[in-house]
C-alpha cells in the first residue's frame, strides 16, 4: 500500500501528465497511460537541453 | 512549465515512454 506522501505524489504526478496532455506536449496512448511525447514536445525537451 | 513537468518531459524524452503508477480507487 502507498503512504499518503506517494499517493499524493503520485497525484501529483498525474495532474502534471494530463496538463502536459492538454499543453500538447504528450499523448497518452491508453486512458490511463503510458505517455509518449508529441512532436512538439521533443521539440521542447531539445531547447531545454540547449 | 512546472519543475515537476520538465521531470516528466525529461523522463519521457530518455524512456520513450512515462509510466506513472495508477492513482489508488
Known sequence: ALTSE???AN???RQA???L???RL???MEVDGPWRLTDLGR???QRLAQ | ???EQNQ???QASQSGTLHLPIEDP
Open chain 1, 6 to 8: 506517494e499517493a499524493q
Open chain 1, 11 to 13: 497525484k501529483i504526478k
Open chain 1, 17 to 19: 501528465a494530463d496538463r
Open chain 1, 21 to 23: 496532455v492538454t499543453m
Open chain 1, 26 to 28: 504528450l499523448k497518452a
Open chain 1, 43 to 45: 521539440e521542447y525537451v
Open chain 2, 1 to 3: 512549465l512546472t519543475s
Open chain 2, 8 to 10: 516528466l518531459m525529461i
